[in-house]
């Protein structure tokens, strides 16, 4: 039976348990022994975070390719994931030091990774993105139909934005007003979804709407600096880090708010709440054309375990 290497890293923090965790794997150098659909699957199911990912053998030394799998299905991109990738194949792997790595490969395309600050093992991920203001607002009813805790913070013809940072990566943005309001959040009344259907602009319904609830301008303890609180709800789970709904909400500050001709700068604390701060760097460049130019991920990330799990049967 075929063992595979594998660690688990805690993103998005340098301190072991906190942050998002995320499973890698190794998949075997021997092509007969290469892994189905079906068998990523069932590994991503045994370890049941929220994303786990592949890694294939090196064929260019200057590339790494993974696949991401949720434990619903596999995924052409998502954050924290990337994050993770980055940290292991510039920072913390066997082969970090001096090796050129350069670029994820991914379903969602190629991505360019660097490392930002070498005493901190932060990494940078230049993302896709293809942003998307929908014509829809999410209305107040259907939040709190979803979160009722919510009802006094709001006054009745309240309603939110929905943005795509790329195709199939849907949020609705819920500003609050304070850190009592982000804590009164609860999961959704019985695990229940924002329609894609009935709220994206058509050609663009697939994929999820996270809901994604924010307070600009706390002062953090931590940093010693402002920053914007989030926590992010999707049915029944509360995601302690969420790569690509950070990148989502920081794009559509700086579409909206943002100068043309500057990089915007944003630093975004989420988890708190579960007793897994996250830190979330994300950088983004708005063009002259107010359209914009570079959306980047940082963050570092720990690792936590290392073994081997068996592989499933074929």
């Known amino acids: 039976m075929t063992q595979l290497r594998f660690v688990t890293l805690d ?6 348990y906190s942050g998002n965790p995320l499973a890698v794997v190794f998949l075997p150098e021997d092509e007969s022994q290469a892994l189905t659909q079906r068998q990523k699957h069932q ?5 049941n975070l929220s994303e786990t990912i592949f890694v294939y053998p090196v064929k260019d030394a200057s590339k790494r390719q993974i696949d991401i799998f949720t434990i619903e299905c596999e995924i052409p991109f998502a954050g924290h994931p990337t994050i993770g990738a980055a940290t292991w194949f510039l920072c ?13 490969v991914t379903k969602s395309g190629e991505i360019p990774i660097s490392i930002q600050d070498p005493a901190t093992k932060y990494v940078a991920a230049c993302i896709a993105h293809n942003t998307r203001i ?3 607002r999410y209305p107040l ?4 139909h979803l979160h009722p805790t919510l009802a006094p913070y709001f006054k009745s013809d309240t309603t939110f ?6 195709n199939g990566m849907a949020q609705t943005f819920i500003e609050l007003p304070s850190l009592e309001a982000l804590a009164a959040v609860t ?15 058509e050609g663009w319904r697939s994929g999820l709407i996270c809901v994604y609830f924010f307070v600009r301008d706390v002062e953090d303890s931590v940093m010693h600096q402002k920053v914007i609180r989030t926590r992010m709800m999707l049915g029944t789970l509360e995601d302690p880090a969420t790569g690509s ?18 990089e915007h700068r944003y630093h975004i604390v989420q988890g708190v709440e579960m007793g897994r701060r996250s830190d979330i760097g994300v950088n983004v460049t708005l063009g002259n054309d107010k359209k914009i130019e570079q959306v980047e991920l940082t963050g570092t990330a720990v690792q936590v375990s290392e073994g081997t799990i068996l592989a499933p049967e074929a």
Do not use: M
């Not at 913390?92 to 994820?104: E, K, Q, R």
């Not at 009813?141 to 709190?144: D, R, V």
């Not at 009344?189 to 924002?194: A, E, I, K």
């Open 245 to 262: 709904s950070a990148s989502g909400l920081t794009a559509y500050l700086t579409l909206t708010e943002g100068q043309a001709g500057q």
């Open 92 to 104: 913390h792997g066997p082969d970090a030091a001096g090796n050129g790595v350069n670029t994820l």
């Open 187 to 201: 999961l959704a009344t019985g695990g229940q979804l924002v329609s894609v259907d009935k709220h994206l602009d």
């Open 141 to 144: 009813q259907e939040l709190l």
């Open 134 to 136: 929908h014509a829809s």
């Open 161 to 166: 934005p929905l943005f795509s940072i790329v």
């Open 43 to 47: 590994i991503t199911l045994e370890f």
């Open 11 to 16: 993103v998005f923090t340098s301190k072991p």
